[in-house]
């Protein structure tokens, strides 16, 4: 009786186990065609002036476990991210911000003169008001390739994890735009920041922006 009830048992673990795994394949965004996304590392310090952005914009920092943190890609959501992505890209006056400086020197939602800070933060703005879940865009610090830090958007998508800049009209993948990635905001909770981690394997730089092109549809 012993030996059969721990067959049973067995029998039981196996199948739950087998089924999760199936579930969670299911549910992965990441297949054979799509881009390695953006992996974590271990949890790190907020920017400060993050910290200082969510106490004047608390419900830009807010999340919820129950939104998806990953959109559809599909003409919808390509439009409108190439949409955002334009207008803040024109409606923003580029001017560097400096302490002291008239033009303050906090993240600003929508301002008339603002550096990339503005403009990520901006467009994550736009994107929550137009529908998209907070999970799903996470603003990411890198530095360029002459060494500058700076901020950007990352938009996580069935198609892989695009960047939104204001350095460049096209919507990138994120393997593609030659950045060193640094940190990136948590996806369960925008209030907190994680180190990127690159992935071990994946297809190259050319092969990922081969797949994802919204700038030139």
């Known amino acids: 009786m012993t030996r059969h009830l721990y067959s049973m048992l067995a029998a039981i673990l196996a199948g ?3 089924a999760g795994l199936a579930e969670a394949r299911s549910r992965s965004p990441q297949d054979s065609n799509v881009p390695p996304a953006i992996a974590e590392a271990s949890p790190t310090l907020a920017p400060f002036q ?38 803040i890209n024109m409606s923003i006056i580029p001017a560097s911000k400096t ?32 529908g998209l ?9 890198v530095k360029t390739a002459s060494g500058i830090g700076h901020l ?14 204001n350095l460049t009209e096209a919507i990138r993948p994120w393997q593609s735009t030659g950045y060193q990635w640094l940190k990136i905001q948590s996806a369960t909770d925008a209030k907190f920041w994680y180190e990127v981690k690159y992935p071990a394997s994946g297809p190259s730089m050319a092969q ?10």
Do not use: Q
Request: include cysteine.
């Open 16 to 18: 739950a186990l087998f």
């Open 50 to 87: 993050h910290v200082r952005f969510c106490l004047r914009y608390p419900s830009d920092c807010k999340t919820s476990a129950a939104e998806s943190d990953r959109i559809e890609f599909n003409t919808e959501t390509s439009e409108l991210l190439k949409r955002v992505n334009h207008s």
């Open 99 to 130: 302490y002291g400086s008239n033009l303050g020197d906090g993240w600003t939602i929508a301002p008339d003169m603002g550096d990339c800070n503005d403009y990520a933060v901006t467009k994550r703005h736009e994107l929550l008001e137009g």
């Open 133 to 141: 879940p907070s999970r799903a865009l996470r603003l990411s610090v």
């Open 152 to 165: 950007v958007l990352v938009v996580a998508t069935t198609r892989g994890d695009l960047v939104m800049d």
């Open 208 to 217: 990922a922006d081969k797949k994802v092109r919204l700038a030139d549809r």
